[in-house]
């Protein structure tokens, strides 16, 4: 029994603190993915949780449970931990989704944390989306796990023997575990600027004027109101300057790895919001970099927008943006995060299948 059950079966007040937490559930949701959506499903008119007794509530001190919606990232981990740590007692967890359980799909990704690691959980609920009704299970399991003390599953499954059941003899066979999927396709050649013939009169107009201007090495229509722009990386800064006196944001900062050529493609992806026939074109500026000297001019001077995405690659790809002021420094990830987790030489988990019995 844990400390808050045995707090609430304690003492000549029991039936009443047991009745009163039972019947006042206020949930702080930490919403990190899709299963928010089933969430609010369970909540809203056409199911109605709240007449069971659990309103969700958005101040974690005036709030007795916590329904963990998905994943739980590294650096989510620190704020599932300090909302816990704020709420009063009695306090109680749930958490949803095959996300929250194991990992899901991201199961062996750089930034998962399993919410068991850092809260106490009373009750999971799985599937990828959990439905309304297994949320609206898990709450009622928890309403009787105060009365009664006892944490038990909403069903247990019997284990049927389908060879007899369908009258088929089942050939017994000695079980392997399977081996894990792996296949190592050829190197890929990676192509950013191919040219396509496209009807786009005001792309052609832009080419011929961006030759005129811009110290490139090539200047590509890639798909209708698409352009790339290939730079040398000590050209990049003069591209861009000129390009800002007709595109006015960042849209994204992008990294590829390319390790079998050993180079970084850093791109600048260039947007217009304040001239409506350049609204729908992006310009794609592209240099190259060796991944042993990741080092690339930072364009934030000149566009603020981009200051925040070059932090990312950086912590994601190592690439150093010269000039902005957060290179080694710590933005995006946990501290405990391994180092440069998107480049390709990072290891990740694998599978590994045990046959049980």
């Excluded at 309103?55 to 998905?70: K, S």
């Excluded at 690691?117 to 009787?144: K, N, S």
């Excluded at 005001?202 to 352009?227: C, P, Q, Y």
Aim: positive net charge; hydrophobic residues 40%.
């Amino acid at each position: 029994m844990s400390e808050d059950v045995r707090f609430l079966h304690s003492g000549i007040l029991s039936p009443i603190k047991k009745w009163g937490t039972k019947w006042s559930l206020w949930p702080v949701h930490l919403v990190t993915a899709c299963c928010g959506v089933e969430l609010a499903h369970a909540y809203a008119c056409g199911y109605d949780a709240e007449r069971i007794g659990s309103l969700n509530y958005g101040i974690c001190r005036q709030t007795n449970l916590i329904i963990v919606e998905g994943a739980i990232t590294r650096k989510m981990a620190k704020v599932l931990r300090i909302t816990w740590e704020q709420m009063p007692n009695p306090k109680f967890v749930i958490v949803m989704g095959a996300c929250g359980l194991k990992g899901g799909l991201f199961w062996n990704s750089y930034h998962m944390v399993k919410p068991s690691d850092v809260v106490p959980v009373d009750f999971f609920v799985p599937g990828c989306p959990p439905t309304p009704e297994a949320l609206i299970r898990a709450i009622v399991q928890l309403q009787e796990k105060i009365v009664t003390g006892e944490a038990k599953n909403s069903v247990e499954f019997k284990e049927v023997d389908l060879g007899k059941l369908l009258g088929v003899a089942e050939e017994v066979k000695p079980k392997k575990p399977p081996k894990s999927p792996k296949k190592v396709e050829a190197k890929p050649e990676i192509v950013i600027d191919k040219a396509r013939d496209v009807e786009w009169k005001l792309g052609k107009k832009l080419v011929e004027e961006f030759e005129k201007i811009l110290t490139a090495e090539s200047i590509t229509i890639t798909d209708v109101n698409r352009i790339c722009v290939r730079v040398k990386r000590k050209n990049l800064i003069s591209v861009v300057s000129k390009l800002a006196k007709k595109f006015d944001h960042v849209k994204s900062v992008n990294v590829i790895d390319v390790p079998h050529e050993n180079k970084f493609i850093v791109e600048f992806w260039l947007g217009c919001y304040s001239n409506k026939e350049l609204m729908p074109v992006l310009v794609n500026v592209a240099t190259e970099v060796p991944r042993d000297d990741p080092k690339v001019p930072s364009i934030a001077g000149i566009f603020p927008s981009a200051d925040y995405m070059e932090r990312e690659m950086h912590e994601l790809f190592g690439v150093w943006f010269e000039g902005n002021p957060w290179m080694g420094r710590n933005f995006l990830l946990d501290p405990d995060t391994p180092k440069y987790p998107l480049r390709k030489d990072f290891k990740l988990e694998e599978d590994r299948f045990v046959v049980e019995g």
